[in-house]
């Protein structure tokens, strides 16, 4: 094997050791991990960590290689680094969360600053994971990422007041006018579908729509609903449908 696995296939570890490509077919996809990283010693750690978990591991060392890969794979979840020849990390999450946005996407970067990594949640990434990291945290973040991703397979037509949601398309209408989110508003307003009706506070929010226990500035979660506001409700100072519940969080009810 090279520095990355071939387009088309998925890498498997023999009992001996050996690492071995074959290629994919039909339900092959189904529990596949794609990994775009450009260091062979971390694509090796990576392969190692979630063939023991029983998943597929497709391997790629470059931006591009790496958007051809997902858009053929459709894969469970993606980890990707920021620092790649070719496209970068953070343009390849944008494309891929526009053109798949079903799809989890984990960072994992040596970057660690807060302001970047805010940037590439509200760009659609599901979490994020600082290099150095514990095999263990990644891969529960990765398996966290796909249920939170799967809880909304389900969800395909939705109506509120004089807005329509195409789950499966990622459109919204408003008294049938498209109207644009980005893939982190759209994640969130999905959560709210999800949770209507539910008082839901800051800290759950973080944790379940961004992918973080813990975080520096919930101002993030605050921004993101207030965008929402502007472009769903008819009037934003006055919303019907995303709730302020002071001291407590918010609620999203359907009927205003």
Request: aromatic letters at 6%; proline letters at 4%.
């Amino acid at each position: 094997m090279g520095n990355r696995g071939a387009v088309g296939q998925k890498i498997m570890i023999s009992d001996s050791g050996e690492v071995r490509g074959l290629e994919l077919r039909g339900a092959d996809c189904m529990k596949t991990i794609l990994a775009i990283e450009d260091d062979p010693r971390i694509q090796k750690a990576l392969m190692r960590l979630f063939v023991s978990e029983g998943y597929e591991v497709h391997l790629e060392g470059e931006g591009n290689a790496g958007l051809t890969a997902s858009r053929k794979l459709r894969p469970s979840a993606v980890v990707l680094d920021l620092m790649l020849p070719g496209i970068n990390g953070r343009e390849l999450c944008r494309m891929m969360k526009e053109g798949q946005p079903e799809t989890p996407i984990v960072i994992l970067s040596a970057v660690s600053d807060v302001a970047d990594k805010v940037l590439l949640l509200e760009m659609g990434a599901d979490d994020y994971v600082t290099k150095p990291f514990s095999p263990r945290e990644l891969l529960a973040r990765v398996e966290a990422a796909i249920r939170r991703s799967s809880k909304f397979g389900g969800l395909k037509l939705t109506q509120f007041g004089e807005i329509t949601i195409d789950m499966a398309k990622m459109e919204v209408r408003r008294d049938g006018v498209c109207t644009i989110l980005t893939a982190h508003e759209f994640k969130l307003l999905r959560f709210f579908i999800e949770n209507a009706g539910r008082v839901l506070s800051r800290a759950e929010l973080l944790n379940d729509v961004w992918g973080y226990d813990s975080y520096p500035n919930t101002r993030t979660v605050d921004n993101q609903i207030l965008k929402l506001r502007q472009k769903l409700e008819r009037d934003p100072a006055e919303p019907r449908h995303f709730l302020t519940v002071h001291g407590a969080g918010y609620k999203f009810v359907r009927e205003g």
